[in-house]
C-alpha cells in the first residue's frame, strides 16, 4: 500500500475556502479499491436504468403506432393490446427489424403520419393465419 500524504482538502484563498484539487487526486490513488466497485455498482446501477429507458420507450412507440392504426385487429376485431401485433402489409417485418432494431419503431411511427398505408393490425392469431395463407409458416391441416 502506497503510503502518500493526506493534502488539506480545502484551500484558503483570500475570504473563501476552495476544494483542493490535490485531495481529489490524494483521494483516487488511496482509495482505488472503494472507486473501482463504486464505478462498477454505478454502472450496473446505470445499465438497469438505460434498459428500463429503452423498454419504456419502445412501449410507448408500440402504443402510439397501435393507437393511430386503430386499436384493433383488422380481421377479427380483437383490442387486447397485448395480443396486437404491428403487421407490414407487404411482409417482410422480420428483415426490416433485423436492419433497424428498435429504430424500427420510429420508422413506422413516421411513415404511418406520412400517410403510408404499409401497416396494419393484427392480433397474433390472425397473423399466423396470414402466414400459413402465405405459405412462410407450415399449417398441421
Ligand atoms: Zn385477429
Redesign the pocket.
Known sequence: MQKIPKPKSWLKIGDHLVRNPEYGKWYRLTHRKQMDSYQKSYRQRNRTRIEQYKKNWRKSKREEIISLLGSK?I??G?SEKEVLQIDHIKGGGTKLFKKYGTELYSKILREIKNGSKDYQL??G??NIKKAIERGERSSWN
Open positions: 385487429c380481421k377479427c380483437n393484427l392480433c392469431n390472425c
